[in-house]
């Protein structure tokens, strides 16, 4: 009997949010088992032999491992989508959502990780300038896409804008989207945050780790003034 597809994964991550997202979009319900990474639960040999890259999120869709979030959102919308605008058949409209969804891999996300993991994981008690000024160069690659759309591939929601909203929702607590220079980032930003999931399956995750990544700044400096 097949049952509900487990999700590894915890709600301060980004990219797992990205996959709660996009399985809200579809209405697809999964199995959820909190992951935790400070506890490293993602190094142990059971976690290993899912994702030997030792990332959440992972879904176990009844014995088919998928692993990171941008793959797992095509293959949750391939599979159980009941249309096809999240996730077009089409050639070239797909190209340009996997462009998107690379440009979050490849640009937005290690943007967000940049300035959040040395003050999670290595005592960081500041993220430098620099780290924000480079999320705002990223910022500026999606202005660019959304020229007179209203999501980045178009007149429809794709799982595209699922995944980056989830980075860039988490990047703008630390590097805030400045209207003026990004004013069509800031609509778009806005416009997701009515769809009905956003709440549940987004923000609760970025206000999570904002207020970690707020709380640990400050433990982090007193830490270092003490030493
Ligand atoms: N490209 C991957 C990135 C996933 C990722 O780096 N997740 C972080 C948590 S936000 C993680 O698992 N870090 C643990 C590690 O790298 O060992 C995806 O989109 O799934």
Request: aromatic share 10%; charged share 20%; with cysteine.
């Given at each position: 009997m097949s049952t509900k597809p487990v999700l590894y994964y915890s709600p301060r991550s980004p990219p797992c949010r990205a996959v709660l997202l996009t399985?809200?979009?579809?209405?697809?319900?999964?199995?959820?088992?909190?992951?935790?990474?400070?506890?490293k639960e993602h190094l142990t040999p059971e976690f290993l032999k899912l994702n030997p890259q030792h990332t959440i999120p992972v879904l176990d869709d009844n014995g088919t491992v998928v692993t990171d979030s941008h793959v797992i959102s095509a293959y949750l919308a391939d599979?159980?989508?009941?249309?096809?605008?999240?996730?077009?058949k089409d050639k070239l409209k797909r190209m340009e959502v996997d462009a998107r969804l690379y440009y979050d891999a490849g640009?937005?996300?290690?943007?967000?990780?940049?300035?959040?993991?040395?003050?999670?994981?290595?005592?960081?008690?500041?993220?430098?300038?620099h780290k924000i000024n480079y999320m705002h160069l990223a910022y500026d690659g999606l202005e660019k896409c959304l020229?007179?759309?209203?999501?980045?591939?178009?007149?429809?929601?794709?799982?595209?804008?699922l995944c980056a909203v989830a980075s860039v929702s988490s990047g703008?607590?630390?590097?805030?989207?400045n209207e003026e220079k990004f004013p069509k980032l800031a609509a778009w930003l806005k416009r997701l945050t009515q769809l009905p999931y956003y709440k549940k399956s987004n923000q609760e995750g970025a206000d999570l780790l904002g207020s970690l990544v707020k709380d640990l700044l400050v433990a982090n400096k007193k830490a270092k003034e003490n030493q």
């Open positions: 399985a809200a979009a579809i209405g697809v319900e999964l199995d959820l088992r909190l992951t935790n990474l400070k506890e599979k159980y989508s009941p249309d096809e605008t999240l996730y077009p640009h937005l996300f290690p943007r967000v990780r940049l300035m959040v993991e040395p003050v999670i994981y290595f005592g960081a008690d500041n993220i430098e300038q020229t007179n759309s209203p999501y980045l591939c178009g007149e429809n929601l794709t799982i595209a804008d703008a607590i630390f590097a805030p989207i």
